[in-house]
């Protein structure tokens, strides 16, 4: 594919009177990046905390991808990873290497609960007394 084919369909995509005036279609574009900086930025606030951090940055960008092609390239190049690991993890080896993964993890957890319980029995760490 050439940059001209990967490009058609980028742009604004402001009403056409916002986009007929350049003082209102530039407050337009100032109004679409404050609301999406808002927006990418409690998505990271959340990354930490327990939330959809990555799917409210995600939307974030969306709302930046209505106005300015770095974000709707942005867009398209994380929808093409997404298909393409999800296809690959639909792969049978890949998902019997998941599983086995998947399985032996859970057996070294249960396995260090099992020594856990063995020395302290049922009670909380932060309760332990030695």
């Given at each position: 594919?050439?940059?001209?084919s990967d490009?058609?369909?980028?742009?604004?995509?402001?009403?056409?009177?916002?986009k007929?005036?350049?003082?209102?279609?530039?407050?337009?574009?100032?109004?679409?990046?404050?609301?999406?900086?808002?927006?990418?930025?409690?998505?990271?606030?959340?990354?930490?905390?327990?939330g959809?951090?990555?799917l409210?940055?995600?939307?974030?960008m969306?709302?930046?991808?209505?106005?300015f092609?770095?974000?709707?390239?942005?867009?398209?190049?994380?929808?093409?990873?997404?298909?393409?690991?999800?296809?690959?993890?639909?792969?049978?080896?890949?998902?019997?290497?998941?599983?086995?993964?998947?399985?032996?993890?859970?057996?070294?957890?249960?396995?260090?609960?099992?020594?856990?319980?063995?020395?302290?029995?049922?009670v909380?760490?932060?309760?332990?007394?030695r």
């Amino acid at each position: 594919m050439n940059a001209e084919s990967d490009d058609a369909g980028l742009g604004s995509r402001a009403p056409g009177f916002v986009k007929a005036s350049r003082p209102l279609h530039t407050a337009w574009r100032v109004g679409v990046f404050v609301v999406g900086l808002a927006v990418v930025a409690g998505g990271i606030v959340l990354l930490p905390l327990p939330g959809p951090g990555w799917l409210i940055i995600f939307g974030g960008m969306a709302v930046w991808g209505t106005e300015f092609v770095w974000a709707q390239r942005v867009l398209r190049w994380t929808k093409r990873k997404v298909t393409e690991g999800a296809r690959k993890a639909m792969d049978p080896r890949v998902r019997r290497r998941n599983i086995a993964i998947t399985a032996a993890a859970v057996v070294v957890v249960a396995g260090l609960i099992a020594l856990y319980v063995w020395n302290f029995g049922f009670v909380m760490p932060w309760k332990i007394r030695r």
